[in-house]
């Protein structure tokens, strides 16, 4: 049998039709997108995955006004945005992330009650990497919110949490959780609708934050480029009093990033407890972006003071710079003793 190339590139023709399908679910599910209500698709053609996905959504919306960010001078995209209406929707899909001086886009976008959707640093994720980043898309109304607010439920609930990362390695957070977010398609109750995708998080952190101690095996953090850093052995955190003690297996990139945030913060802080759910990403099934990666099925943390959700009365937002995402090596999770997460997959 003959095969055709793909008119984009590494994404096959195949590949654009799940994409297809994949934004007519979150549209119609999570966004609630529908006539009368106008759509604005604002793109860039540098990538395989930027063109794939503008095909999708106009397979999805063509009625959608559709504008190549490279070929339009940035005050007329402007423009585009204050003649639009609240509850009209605008798509970003961006290789890197739109600058527009000192516009804040989705920000300004949200301020005008508009739904936004945000497919953000594409051209970190090349080649099949794209493909895992268009499964990431699929939603799933009864997996994220049947299961994305039960896991919020027992969160808020909980006196006290453990993740095992197996080995003897256990993370204990001897006190209750902050009250958790979620990011799973459900806006009901929310001043706005959307924001980056893929989606699948449910996160929290533990109001006393020097209740956590213990240990964790890392088998991926962040690095200073925001890109996915997996060491060759994962690398053992020592928590004491909420704070990166020390180290076992390090490497020097990892040595590095806490240097840094030593270096301005002065300790490093463990902060955010984040339950990822998105079926797409685990540990065998990586993109580079750590930014998308985070919604991976199983737990990352946060090292750094700087969390913009919660506030605590140690730690001055002034003075905090620094939110590295970590992902935790997870046999099990357990809230009140009770295991909610065993094989890679939450069981609640």
């Known amino acids: 049998m003959t095969s055709f190339p793909s008119r984009f590139g590494a ?6 039709t799940t994409a297809e399908q994949n934004v007519r679910d979150t549209l119609a599910h999570a966004i609630e997108h529908r006539a009368p209500h106008a759509a604005l698709i604002v793109y860039d053609t540098r ?11 106009r397979r999805v919306v063509p009625d959608a006004r559709f504008i190549d960010f490279d070929s339009v001078p940035p005050a007329d995209i402007l423009a585009t945005f204050e003649r639009m209406q609240a509850d009209d929707l605008v798509v970003l899909i961006q290789s890197s992330s739109f600058r527009m001086d000192a516009y804040r886009i989705r920000i300004e976008l949200f301020k005008r009650g508009l739904k936004v959707i945000e497919h953000v640093h594409l051209s970190r994720m090349p080649d099949e990497q ?3 980043y268009i499964d990431s898309l699929a939603y ?11 896991l919020k439920a027992r ?9 095992d990362s197996g080995n003897g390695a256990q993370l204990v957070f001897a006190s209750p959780f902050e009250s958790a977010k979620l990011n799973i398609g459900d806006y009901s109750g929310m001043n706005n609708v959307g924001g980056q995708f893929p989606l699948g998080e449910v996160f929290t952190e ?4 020097e209740a956590v101690s213990g240990r964790a095996h890392i088998f991926v953090f962040g690095d200073t480029k925001f890109l996915v850093n997996r060491p060759a052995t994962p690398i053992t955190i020592i928590v004491d009093k909420g704070r990166v003690a020390g180290t076992e297996n390090s490497t020097p990139e990892f040595d590095t990033m806490l240097s840094i945030i030593r270096e301005h913060e002065g300790e490093v802080w463990l902060r955010e407890l984040g339950f990822g759910m998105n079926r797409a990403f685990s540990r065998e099934r990586m993109v580079d972006d750590i930014g998308t990666y985070e919604r991976m099925c199983g737990i990352h943390l946060s090292l750094g003071a700087k969390h913009g959700v919660y506030t605590k009365p140690q730690l001055k937002r002034k003075d905090a710079r620094y939110h590295i995402d970590v992902f935790a090596v997870t046999e099990g999770v357990y809230l009140d003793g009770q295991r909610v997460y065993q094989d890679g997959a939450w069981q609640i």
């Open 11 to 16: 994404i096959p023709e195949a590949a654009v």
């Open 47 to 57: 990538t395989d995955l930027n063109r794939a996905l503008t095909e999708a959504y």
């Open 130 to 132: 794209g493909l895992l």
């Open 140 to 150: 799933e109304p009864s997996y994220y919110r049947g299961v994305g607010h039960a």
């Open 155 to 163: 969160i808020d609930t909980a006196r006290q949490g453990m993740v």
């Open 206 to 209: 533990a109001q006393d934050l």
